[in-house]
């Protein structure tokens, strides 16, 4: 049955929270779930909230669908730009675009590599390092939870997905109660799978 993001969130925690036993220079974070996709630029987007924590680590829909392995990759990528943004390190240029040498050494140091032989990407440096071998076994249990709860979440997200119009393409749901039980919902979100009502037990049906 889909849950809310509370659960994705405290799984986030934990991850968070196993990751800098290994790094503690890495303060404890906020983390945010969003319904949009990941952008490309990476410019310092890091502040301190009201209760010191760091606020910017933002988890993004596509990659809530690419997996948990994606969403681990993407929480060790921010990672590694929190640490060279407390150390007062550049790691981007190009508005945020090319990512440098010092960016690839902070990634190693969350468990990041860049694959063997692979050369720098033209124009991006080392955007997208992956999960190394040892950052895989430290975090199987952090993999392991995330596939339990990224599929009970994503059904509450509103992933994009526009019209001509540029609106977004929406469609009405309702379950078998009597009355029916309604809401709206991207039809994105709608096709990844059944919503079950917890009071009938029967799934949302489009109108």
């Known amino acids: 049955m889909p849950t809310s993001p509370g659960p994705l969130l405290a799984t986030l925690s934990e991850l968070w929270d196993r990751l800098r036993v290994d790094v503690p220079d890495l303060p404890p974070v906020r983390p945010v779930i969003s319904p949009t996709s990941r952008l490309a630029d990476h410019s ?54 090319y990512h440098n040498q010092s960016f690839l050494t902070a990634a190693e140091e969350v468990g990041l590599i860049w694959p063997e032989g692979a050369s720098r990407v033209k124009g991006k440096g080392f955007p997208n390092p992956v999960l190394s071998d040892a ?52 039809r994105t979100v709608a096709a990844q799978g059944p919503i079950i009502c917890g009071v009938c037990n029967s799934p949302f049906t489009s109108e």
């Open 44 to 97: 310092p987007r890091w502040s301190r909230d009201d209760d010191g924590l760091i606020a910017g680590l933002i988890v993004n829909a596509d990659a809530l669908q690419a997996g948990a392995d994606v969403v681990l990759e993407n929480v060790l990528h921010d990672a590694a730009h929190i640490l060279n943004w407390l150390r007062g390190v550049s790691d981007t240029t190009m508005n945020g675009v």
């Open 135 to 186: 950052a895989r076994t430290r975090h199987a249990a952090d993999i392991h939870a995330l596939e339990e709860v990224i599929p009970l979440t994503l059904p509450h997200l509103e992933l994009p997905s526009t019209t001509r119009a540029g609106r977004t393409d929406r469609v009405s749901m309702a379950c078998k109660c009597d009355p029916p039980r309604k809401f709206r919902i991207g």
